[in-house]
């Protein structure tokens, strides 16, 4: 007797993605389509009717980009007012974040200068020596 094989999850996501997602895009493509068609076929033959629906449309297509251009509008302010709250609070941020970058900077300065600080002064006795070497053969010679 043969097992009906599980689906695996990658076909059931195919299976639920034609299903949920590629199916009801491609019916409201062809439903636009088809009303695009009715509209220049209505065009073509001409008539009063025409002349009512494209105004009607352009009164669909302006209350559409008035009430986008408001949605932006009320975003914009938003933004704006969340912005300017952001900066009245910045300079105490700004503060505590600059003395911490100075104590970084203070610490990093002295442990660099505390690493060099024995090479600084093998390099200055090695040239004490030099000199002193270099008087003394002068002087002999």
């Not at 695009?36 to 352009?58: D, P, Q």
């Not at 900077?105 to 390099?123: L, Y």
């Amino acid at each position: 007797m043969l097992e009906s094989r599980k689906p695996t999850p990658q076909e059931n996501h195919r299976r639920d993605m034609r299903r949920q997602i590629w199916l009801p895009l491609t019916l409201a493509l062809l439903v636009v389509i088809g009303i695009l068609i009715l509209t220049i076929l209505s065009a073509v033959r001409g008539g009063e009717t025409v002349s009512k629906g494209s105004s009607v449309s352009v009164i669909y297509l302006v209350i559409g980009w008035m009430a986008a251009g408001l949605i932006n509008l009320a975003l914009l302010v938003f933004s704006i007012r969340l912005v300017g709250k952001m900066y009245r609070g910045l300079p105490a941020v700004g503060q505590k974040a600059r003395g911490a970058v100075e104590q970084v900077n203070a610490f990093t300065h002295k442990a660099a200068d505390s690493a060099a600080r024995p090479v600084m002064q093998a390099e200055g006795l090695a040239a004490s020596a030099r000199a002193l070497w270099l008087a003394l053969k002068k002087r002999i010679s």
